[in-house]
């Protein structure tokens, strides 16, 4: 599993361990563990080019520390300072010692020397800013991060990419100008190459396995590929003369970023939440974690692996019967949407209940049965319900859903359902002995309304975490937030970020499949939060095998391809 804590709780941490050992022996710590994690990517460290994008903090200090022992080991390191008077100042002594060359921002011609240096670079190291940055990366940063993104070199980012806020995984869109939305102005680095991006960020994160494990891209200098990660937030920066002694204030004209995009994401003590929650994690890349001796307290956010989810999965016992198993009430699909029931149904038969049972209109009770004749349709006993796939908003929807909610077992709510919820209000769960609610971001604000709470799509979007716990305290209910990445959230406090997952899976009837399993999962009797993390786990899983090589899927796809993610899971 792995666990997430915030700036709060790592600074707390931190500062307990600083207390009881020599002065920098915390950097020293992060330092090696960095150091050693380059010299593995590069395979070959004598000869290699190393270039540090220097801040004016500790993260900076990192950077230079490792750059010392890379330089020791014979890279030719190059430091570009962005705040060449506020630079780590042990950190700088000691990278000059070891030979390294100190490039301030405020020397003439630093931009250009500096873009050229990263376009010919085999390792960038992202030391910009750590856990104290806030908001977008300045200039001249944002322009050195769109080189180094342009460039073929890899990009490791130490601690986590700067200018994504590490409790949240917010990337600040870029600032307004008169320029800015101009998009580039010539400021190719030497050596670009563009192409799509190479296997790094692509490699087991949160699938299983330590991404050193798989290691993301050949080793040696000359790294192919690392580059031309093609969607860059494109937008020029205005020409302006530097002003004496601010590096920030040096500009370019260019492509800039507001955040680094990282091959590899080097962490110290702990993971943050921003490395497990897009945006933030997909600037990360593949994240590694190096231990330097924190004891933070209980995590703010965690995310499952194969090993977590394979202890939860259901194993039935050899005296279990189909009710024993449990059994799933299905209360999905219209004559308008009879497709929502049939999918449903199929990804709940792989869901481990010991049976479906389809309640609703004949005419899609007969589509069910036709598609899958394992399925018992109409009333009977149950030992979870999921409603809301296609239900329609309609009065038998909500005669359905009202039954449903007064039945004393636990309930799965989803899709309309959901908009019927939100008009009823958090009493209509009362009843319910452990709900499950899967909005998407639209079905989430109308959930927010429906607690007197106005905000958008776009806010939900960028604020996923605090939405979903936000809904899970207010409706006191399990909250999974479906998304690119999903969380989940449990009405006493407990959140989690799902690591698995597909932009494949962005496909019509999609969620269908994902209710199926997980109201199978709540039915086998986990709890809310356990049927939900299982469920985001396996349904991302199978979309990734269903989509293997890049080739598109359709939602029932998603569903055939459940029990191979569960082999996978098992085999953990
Ligand atoms: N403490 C420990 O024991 C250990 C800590 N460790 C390391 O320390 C890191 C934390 O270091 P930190 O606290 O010095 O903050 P850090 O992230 O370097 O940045 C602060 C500076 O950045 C600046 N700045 C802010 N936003 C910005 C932006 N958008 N764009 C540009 N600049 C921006 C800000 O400037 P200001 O806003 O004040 O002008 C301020 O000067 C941590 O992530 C880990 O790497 C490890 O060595 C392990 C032991
Ligand atoms: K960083």
């Not at 190096?290 to 209980?298: K, N, R």
Request: net charge negative.
């Amino acid at each position: 599993m792995r666990e997430a804590h915030s700036v709060e709780q790592v600074r707390a941490a931190e500062a307990a361990l600083m207390a009881v050992l020599p002065g920098g022996a915390l950097m020293q710590r992060a330092a090696a563990g960095l150091a050693a994690t380059c010299a593995g990517l590069l395979g070959r460290v004598p000869g290699s080019r190393v270039v540090l994008l220097v801040g004016s903090g500790d993260n900076g200090g990192d950077a230079l520390f490792a750059g010392e022992r890379l330089a020791r080991r014979g890279s030719r390191v190059d430091a570009l300072l962005l705040a060449p008077k506020r630079a780590h100042t042990a950190g700088l002594a000691a990278l000059r010692a070891a030979g390294g060359r100190i490039h301030p921002a405020d020397a003439p011609g630093f931009l250009a020397d500096a873009q050229a240096l990263v376009g010919g670079a085999d390792l960038v190291l992202d030391g910009i800013v750590g856990i104290g940055g806030r908001g977008a990366l300045r200039p001249p940063a944002d322009v050195l991060a769109a080189a180094a993104a342009r460039s073929r070199a890899l990009v490791v980012a130490v601690d986590l990419p700067s200018g994504i806020d590490a409790d949240t995984g917010a990337v600040a869109a870029p600032p307004p100008g008169p320029d800015r939305a101009a998009g580039p102005a010539g400021l190719d680095a030497p050596g670009a190459a563009p192409g799509p991006v190479a296997g790094a960020a692509e490699a087991v994160e949160g699938v299983g396995g330590a991404w050193h494990e798989a290691p993301p891209r050949p080793a040696g200098p000359g790294l192919p590929g690392a580059a031309a990660r093609g969607d860059l937030t494109a937008h020029g920066t205005a020409a302006q003369a530097p002003a004496e002694g601010d590096a920030h204030a040096v500009f370019g004209t260019g492509m800039a970023l507001t955040a680094v995009r990282a091959d590899v994401t080097v962490t110290f003590g702990t993971y943050k939440p921003g490395l497990l929650v897009d945006p933030g994690a997909e600037y990360a890349g593949v994240v590694e974690l190096v231990g330097i001796g924190l004891t933070p307290p209980a995590p703010v956010l965690r995310a499952a692996q194969h090993a977590d989810v394979a202890r939860l999965l259901p194993v039935p016992a050899r005296e279990s019967d189909k009710y024993a198993r449990g059994v799933l009430g299905l209360v999905a699909g219209s004559e308008r949407y009879p497709g929502a029931a049939v999918l449903a149904t199929g990804a709940a038969l792989r869901g481990g209940a010991g049976a479906v049972r389809y309640v609703g209109p004949r005419p899609v009770g007969d589509a069910v049965l036709a598609a899958h004749p394992e399925v018992l349709v109409g009333d009977g006993r149950v030992q979870a319900y999921a409603v809301g796939a296609g239900l329609d908003t309609g009065s038998e929807a909500r005669a359905r859903l009202a039954t449903v909610l007064d039945a004393g077992v636990p309930v799965l709510v989803d899709a309309d359902g959901l908009t019927l919820l939100a008009e009823l209000g958090k009493s209509a769960l009362a009843r319910v002995p452990g709900a499950l609610l899967t909005p998407h971001a639209g079905e989430a604000v109308r959930l927010l309304a429906g607690l007197g709470l106005a905000t958008t799509r776009a806010d939900v979007e960028a604020e996923r975490l605090a939405t979903a716990a936000e809904l899970a305290a207010g409706y006191g209910a399990t909250v999974l937030l479906k998304g690119s990445t999903t969380v989940i959230a449990d009405p006493y406090g407990e959140t989690w970020a799902n690591p698995t997952g597909t932009p494949y899976l962005a496909t019509a009837g999609s969620g269908d499949v994902l209710t199926g399993l997980a109201g199978a999962l709540l039915a086998t009797g986990l709890r809310p939060v356990d049927a939900a993390v299982c469920a985001a786990y396996l349904h991302g899983l199978a979309g990734r095998l269903a989509s293997a090589d890049g080739v598109p899927c359709a939602a029932s796809d998603v569903a055939a391809a459940a029990p191979r993610a569960w082999a996978e899971v098992r085999r953990a």
